[in-house]
Every structure is written in structure tokens, then in C-alpha cells.
């Protein structure tokens, strides 16, 4: 969704230009502006596309405060993301390309594609700062933390022979059971630090956005 919108950005980034040189508004306001205007929408859009999940699926409401925070953290990230790249470049199809490009990185290292363990060393740093990662970790261990499954028994007892998907009885025994598979999830995951660090990605690009428009004054 944002990549559509960094050619509005582009657009909008003209007008900002033409109207701060005549003397209407400063850079200070029209970030504060943007950022009183998208926090709020962004919140009420992850409500409403997470909403279903809960009214209609059935997911344990337990950890819906931390889900609906940190799907909307990520959502903030991402139009962070396009604010800064709509005024990076001249053109916005330079724009969009970068922000595919990044997008498309981000979800190769999300930890649910490919095991951590499996990234050479060289590139492994991108993981621990992919908001796509952090996010997809918290909401993992938002939902399972709580959650208590039948047909397991007290050791697996009651597992069907075969091949079955049956990774534990409570929701951080599924998690560890989780991680021999994909190193990125575990029971000891520190869900609200990732989300925090998310939302800290996400004002480090609003300051970039804010040195960016300051120049072109």
C-alpha cells in the first residue's frame, strides 16, 4: 500500500517546497502535521483490518492489545518509509524502486521464509533490524504466550502417529519446539522491545525525512 502512494508523496513534496519558500507554514509544522494526521489513521486501519481475526476467527483476545500495536508499528514503519523516500529523489519511480527493493530484503529476512542460523554473518545484521522480523516475532509471542492446546497430553501422549504438526501443549513450549526450525522465534522473545525498536526505525526515518526537507528550503 505505501509504495503506491510515495508518487503522491513525490507530488505533495513540490507543493510543500513552493509553499514554505512563500512563507506559509515551516518545516516543523508541516512535519508535526503529517505525523498528527497518519498515527491515528494507521492505528484505526490496523484495527479495522485485525478486527475480523477476533469477531469472526475466533483468536484469544489476550493478546490482541499487543497484535494490534505492534501490526500497527510496523504499518508506521512502512509509511515512514515512503514519506522519506517520496522526498529522496527527483522522480518518484526512483522511489518506489527503492522501496520495493527494501521491502523485498526485509521479507527474505523475516525470520518465516529462511532460519536466521541460515543467513551468512555478512548479512545477518539485517534481521535483527527488520521491523517485518521484530514485529512478526511480537505478534507470534503475543498470541501463542497465552494459549493452552489440545490433543497433545502432558508429554505428547496424545500426538497421532505419522506426521502431525503437535509442537507442545502451551503456547511457550510451542515456540521453543518453533525455533529448532526457524531460529528467529522462541518462548524468551522480548515482545514489546521489539515493537519499541520498530517505532524508534520509525522516527529515526521521520528525522532523515526532517533533515531532507530542511534542505530543499
Known sequence: MSVVVIAVYNLDFLVYVK???????????????????MVPC?????????????????????????????????????ECLAQLLGVCFGHFLFGMVAYVGISFVAFLQCGAIVSVSSIVWPLRWIHYVDPWNLCLRAMVKFD????????????????????????????????????????????DMAAWANVGVVVCLALALKAAQYVVILRSR
Open 19 to 37: 509553499e514554505v519558500r512563500n512563507g506559509l507554514y515551516s518545516p516543523a509544522a508541516y512535519m508535526i502535521a503529517q505525523m498528527s494526521i
Open 42 to 78: 494507521l492505528l484505526a486501519l490496523s484495527f479495522f483490518a485485525l478486527s475480523p481475526l477476533y469477531a469472526v476467527v475466533g483468536y484469544s483476545w489476550q493478546g490482541a492489545l499487543g497484535i494490534w500495536l505492534a501490526h500497527a508499528a510496523v504499518m508506521l514503519f512502512s
Open 144 to 187: 501463542f504466550q497465552h494459549e493452552v492446546f489440545e490433543g497433545y497430553g502432558e508429554k505428547g501422549e496424545l500426538c497421532a502417529g505419522g506426521f502431525s504438526l503437535c509442537l507442545g501443549r502451551e503456547g511457550p513450549d510451542v515456540l521453543d519446539t518453533l525455533g529448532f526450525a526457524l531460529s528467529g522465534f522462541d518462548a
